[in-house]
């Protein structure tokens, strides 16, 4: 199984500010044949699913806010907030989807400070 | 496109969990998706379970955690997709969730999630 660690574990930013949280995989999830990263990011808030914001590593979904970018290729991912607003308090996971089972990282919290 | 979740929230040791997911605003046999079941809680983190999906037969993927153990069955009568646990035991206290996969694309459909508690 692909391991997902993220770090830090929370994170506290004032508003306004740049958020960055990191994934690293056990191994890498660049397919060769498209050249795509498998790596996915997911907000959830309080009693909802998880809301993908990244997909193939830097894609945004639709719908999606500018201020969040997502960057990295092989086992080596960003998630950057350029500047925090209050609504982005949530956590955070990243998931590769390259192989099953798909797995997803142990999330990150993040706090305004 | 909308998944809604249906299903007990309470089950006894030993018992089957089966929860069901309503597929509306696409097809349980579109050869473009892939459907999901996914549980939460806090000693487990998101975990993946499973999945259905048609691409000119049916396939199904299990997550080794629970194989043995776990169903997905799609119903293209009704237009969705169930998860069947057995021999739950207090470990299997999560909060369950359907989703959709495109293919080579992340989750991008979710059911509004049930939380089971195993217990007698």
């Known amino acids: 199984d692909i391991v997902m660690t993220q770090s830090p574990d929370s994170l506290a930013v004032s508003l306004g500010e740049r958020a960055t949280i990191n994934c690293k995989s056990s191994?890498?999830?660049?397919?060769?044949?498209?050249?795509?990263?498998?790596l996915a990011w997911y907000q959830q808030k309080p009693g909802q699913p998880p809301k993908v914001l990244i997909y193939?590593?830097?894609t945004r979904e639709s719908g999606v806010p500018d201020r969040f970018s997502g960057s990295g290729s092989g086992t080596d991912f960003t998630l950057t907030i350029s500047s925090l607003q209050a609504e982005d308090v949530a956590v955070y996971y990243c998931q590769q989807h390259y192989s099953t089972p798909i797995t997803f990282g142990q999330g990150t919290r993040l706090e305004i400070k | 496109v909308q998944l809604q979740q249906s299903g007990p929230g309470l089950v006894k040791p030993s018992q089957t969990l089966s929860l069901t997911c309503a597929i509306s605003g696409d097809s349980v046999s579109s050869n473009s998706a892939a459907w999901n079941w996914v549980r939460q809680s806090p000693s487990r983190g998101l975990e993946w379970l499973g999945r259905t999906y048609y691409r000119s037969k049916w396939y199904n993927d299990y997550a080794v955690s629970v194989k043995g153990r776990i169903t997905i069955n799609p119903d293209t009568s009704k237009n969705e997709f169930s998860l069947q646990l057995n021999s739950v035991t207090p470990e299997d206290t999560a909060v369950y969730y359907c989703?959709?996969?495109?293919?080579?694309?992340?989750?991008?459909?979710w059911g509004q999630g049930t939380m089971v508690t195993v217990s007698s």
């Open positions: 191994q890498s999830v660049l397919y060769s044949s498209n050249n795509k990263n498998y």
């Open positions: 193939w590593a830097s």
């Open positions: 989703a959709r996969r495109r293919p080579d694309l992340a989750f991008d459909i």
